[in-house]
């Protein structure tokens, strides 16, 4: 497509429950990236996506978090067990290289209640 | 580590007024330097880069030029508008090989008619 595209744009879900978001990147870009946008925070980052390479998942907060990516496009961001801390803007960026910069979605604003 | 330090907002101008927002920068290597821009309600725009030291970015009446020996990326603008009124993120990448965008926490700038 065109740009990134995230869905759902805004998610409200009870604590305990399991989330799944949802990145559609630029066809073509190798790299994808997720972030997290919280209040007062900047930009957190999550887990990257590189080719074939393994994910690099140094940011992920904990092991709720996981993050695949099928046939080197699609990717989804799945949140076990919802915690209230959790409640941000989730970001997915994807990028043909370092060096080009990414292109961000619009995110996903997730609200654990 | 790398980490990106953006002066605090929220920077409150009236609409012609000059505009720097500082940034300074501490990363191994030579890194590639990026503002990014969230307008109200959108997704993060790369607004210019600086990949090498004494380069200058400029868009949008925006400039911001690679200072090495200050490890800075300071934002500028001759003249703002109200609609120049957002969110503005400092950030760098590392150059070997692919990694991931380390931003600063962001700097809002709101412009008054």
């Known amino acids: 497509g065109a740009g990134v595209s995230q869905s759902p744009s805004n998610k409200v879900t009870e604590k305990g429950k399991d989330v799944e978001l949802r990145c559609d990147p630029i066809s073509g870009h190798t790299a994808l990236y997720w972030y997290r946008q919280s209040l007062g925070q900047g930009l957190e980052f999550l887990i990257y996506f590189q080719g074939n390479s393994a994910p690099d998942k140094s940011g992920l907060p904990s092991d709720r978090f996981s993050a695949e990516r099928t046939g080197g496009s699609v990717s989804t961001l799945t949140i076990q067990r919802t915690q209230q801390e959790d409640s941000a803007v989730y970001l997915c960026?994807?990028?043909?290289?370092?060096?080009?910069?990414?292109?961000f979605g619009s995110g996903t604003r997730l609200t654990v209640v | 580590g790398n980490s990106v330090t953006q002066m605090e907002g929220p920077v409150t101008l009236s609409e012609e007024a000059f505009l720097t927002i500082n940034c300074t920068y501490t990363?191994?290597?030579?890194?590639?330097l990026f503002w990014y821009v969230q307008y109200p309600g959108e997704g993060l725009q790369l607004l210019l880069k600086a990949t090498k030291a004494d380069d200058k970015g400029s868009n949008k009446g925006f400039e911001a030029t690679y200072r090495k020996e200050t490890t800075s990326f300071h934002l500028e603008k001759g003249s703002v508008q109200v609609s120049d009124s957002a969110v503005y993120f400092c950030a760098l990448s590392e150059n070997s090989g692919y990694s991931t965008l380390t931003f600063g926490k962001g700097t809002m700038l709101l412009v008054s008619p």
């Open positions: 990363a191994t290597g030579y890194p590639s």
């Open positions: 960026a994807s990028s043909l290289s370092t060096g080009s910069g990414y292109t």
